[in-house]
């Protein structure tokens, strides 16, 4: 089936994935990257190593017109911010790879507020391209369990495994899966988390501390220590009754910093100054 893909890395293993099925591209968008969150240097390097022609702006319907005359069969979208409408005259099927069990999650990035809530379940959803963001018919979808230590990393390594699946399943099967796609019905829309919630409370227990931190993992959470600001990546703790302020630097060896909560410690073994005015601000 020949196809174009619209992404980045984030899921960029939905394209080789399509690729190593026998589905011959025609074209890549994509869209300019900060190279500290996002990226699409190896999506980038796949398409113009087959030769394919890139587009780093918007899809509009002078370019799904384009798609038509290519032959395309299948618009593939993975990673991609901006919202692809008027498909439906052009190309038979647009489908888009959302990391969250639709209709639960819909957003642009639900993978932080899943850990933040503590959620024992989580998935990756193929649906149809709508008018809306995230509401299209569900083409295929696959859930997974979420364990009490999961952190934004190894959740999404289990979205991009998860995805690949599902590629794969659909490189196989659109043409039945698209016809026996299933309503969405309500659902729930997450908006990008805030600064608030990407910042440590010192005042909650230990165990709320660490999911923060867990949520973010390499990208980092958001902590003061005392009157220092710093970005925290990775941490352990034990609940422990101290009469120490919460957030209050009790102890430090080489690069290990312990600090109190409400009802215990955090060593922080990962963290980096904080620099104001940097891209990490998010």
């Given at each position: 089936m020949?196809?174009?893909?619209a992404g980045i890395d984030f899921l960029g293993d939905v394209f080789e994935t399509f690729l190593a099925r026998g589905w011959e591209?025609?074209?890549?968008?994509?869209r300019p990257c900060d190279s500290i969150y996002?990226?699409?240097?190896?999506?980038?390097s796949r398409a113009r190593s087959l030769r394919l022609p890139v587009q780093m702006s918007r899809i509009l319907p002078a370019d799904l017109a384009g798609l038509k005359a290519m032959g395309c069969e299948a618009l593939v979208v993975a990673g991609y911010p901006?919202?692809?409408?008027?498909?439906?005259?052009?190309?038979?099927?647009?489908?888009?790879?959302?990391?969250?069990?639709?209709?639960?999650?819909?957003?642009?990035?639900?993978l932080f507020q899943a850990i933040l809530d503590g959620l024992p379940e989580w998935g990756?959803?193929?649906?149809?391209?709508?008018?809306?963001f995230d509401t299209g018919a569900i083409v295929a979808q696959k859930r997974?369990?979420?364990?009490?230590?999961?952190?934004?990393?190894?959740?999404?390594?289990?979205?991009?495994?998860?995805?690949?699946?599902?590629?794969?399943?659909?490189?196989?099967?659109?043409?039945?899966?698209?016809?026996?796609?299933?309503?969405?019905?309500?659902?729930?829309?997450w908006p990008r988390v805030t600064q608030a919630q990407r910042t440590v409370d010192w005042n909650g227990s230990v165990q709320d501390v660490l999911r923060t931190i867990r949520a973010f993992?390499?990208?980092?959470?958001?902590?003061?220590?005392?009157?220092?600001?710093?970005?925290?990546?990775?941490?352990?703790?034990?609940?422990?009754p101290h009469r120490y302020r919460p957030g209050t630097l009790v102890h430090r060896h080489r690069r290990h910093i312990v600090v109190a909560a409400r009802?215990?410690?955090?060593?922080?073994?990962?963290?980096?100054?904080?620099?104001?005015?940097?891209?990490?601000?998010?």
């Open positions: 020949r196809f174009a893909f591209p025609v074209k890549l968008f994509s996002d990226f699409n240097d190896v999506t980038l901006w919202l692809i409408t008027g498909w439906e005259r052009h190309i038979p099927h647009a489908v888009n790879f959302h990391p969250s069990p639709l209709p639960l999650g819909r957003g642009p990035y639900p990756v959803t193929a649906h149809a391209l709508e008018p809306a997974f369990a979420l364990s009490g230590a999961e952190t934004h990393d190894t959740l999404l390594s289990k979205c991009q495994m998860a995805a690949k699946e599902l590629a794969a399943q659909l490189a196989e099967e659109l043409p039945r899966l698209w016809a026996e796609a299933r309503p969405q019905g309500p659902g729930t829309y993992g390499s990208i980092e959470a958001f902590a003061q220590i005392e009157s220092r600001y710093v970005y925290v990546r990775e941490a352990s703790g034990w609940e422990e009802d215990g410690f955090v060593q922080i073994d990962g963290w980096s100054p904080y620099a104001p005015g940097s891209a990490r601000q998010g």
